[in-house]
């Protein structure tokens, strides 16, 4: 399996502040994906953090509210800027391992915006 | 339109019993599917993961089905424990392209009460 840690677990934001989301995974990865979570919805795909490149947005995500940084391997980060109140989800940093096969969840950053 | 169902929405049930949730899917092309138990608070974390060609797999007293001809899976969950009070989503992966694409059921929030 692979550990993954996301640094904040949690935060509670205050309208029109940006707040950024750290991922880190004990070994080298080859896919790194940012997912949602609303209140009782399943996940939502952010977008999948490209390492040396721009990330790939899924539809009704963009770059100006979500960018997305992945300088290596192990670690990408997400910005959630200009939040609003319905910016409030959990955030997933999920990762593919090299060679594929299962798919692996970190344990999500619940952010709440007031 | 690729979409994975699952019912019952949520399960109450009582410490010992067993209980069977079902995922349905329209999802092309398959590539495979997988069950992921998501505590509350927490990532999810993954059960079984089943290809076209499997239709059946087990992990501890959890048991997964797969039908490809119906499109129809089921977890099976043996002796409950407290500790198996979650959601359980159910994720069918459609193949093609660079990358599998993930289709997240909205997942059946069981509750097992002493």
């Known amino acids: 399996s692979a550990v993954i840690s996301q640094k904040p677990s949690r935060d509670i934001c205050q309208r029109g502040t940006s707040l950024t989301i750290q991922c880190q995974v004990d070994?080298?990865?080859?896919?790194m994906f940012w997912y949602r979570q609303q209140p009782g919805q399943s996940l939502t795909l952010i977008a999948t953090?490209?390492?040396?490149?721009?990330?790939?947005?899924e539809s009704g995500f963009v770059i100006d509210k979500f960018p997305i940084s992945r300088p290596n391997l192990t670690f990408s980060t997400l910005t959630v800027s200009n939040m609003s109140p319905e910016d409030s989800s959990i955030y997933l940093c999920?990762?593919?391992?090299?060679?594929?096969?299962?798919?692996?969840f970190g344990p999500g950053t619940r952010l709440t915006v007031l | 339109k690729n979409q994975v169902e699952q019912s019952p929405q949520s399960l109450i049930i009582l410490e010992g019993k067993n209980c069977t949730l079902q995922?349905?899917?329209?999802?092309?092309?398959?590539?495979?599917l997988r069950w992921y138990k998501q505590d509350t608070g927490r990532g999810p974390v993954s059960l079984t993961i089943?290809?076209?060609?499997?239709n059946t797999k087990s992990n501890g007293r959890y048991t997964a089905t797969l039908d490809a001809d119906t499109k129809q899976s089921s977890l099976h969950i043996t002796a409950s424990q407290l500790s198996d009070s979650a959601s359980y989503i159910c994720?069918?992966?459609?193949?093609?392209?660079?990358?599998?694409?993930?289709?997240f059921g909205t997942g059946t929030l069981l509750a097992v009460q002493p």
């Open positions: 999920s990762v593919v391992r090299q060679g594929g096969g299962t798919q692996y």
């Open positions: 070994s080298q990865v080859t896919m």
């Open positions: 953090a490209n390492q040396g490149s721009e990330a790939t947005y």
């Open positions: 995922c349905n899917y329209t999802v092309s092309p398959f590539s495979n």
């Open positions: 089943m290809t076209f060609s499997e």
């Open positions: 994720v069918v992966s459609a193949s093609g392209g660079a990358t599998n694409k993930l289709i």
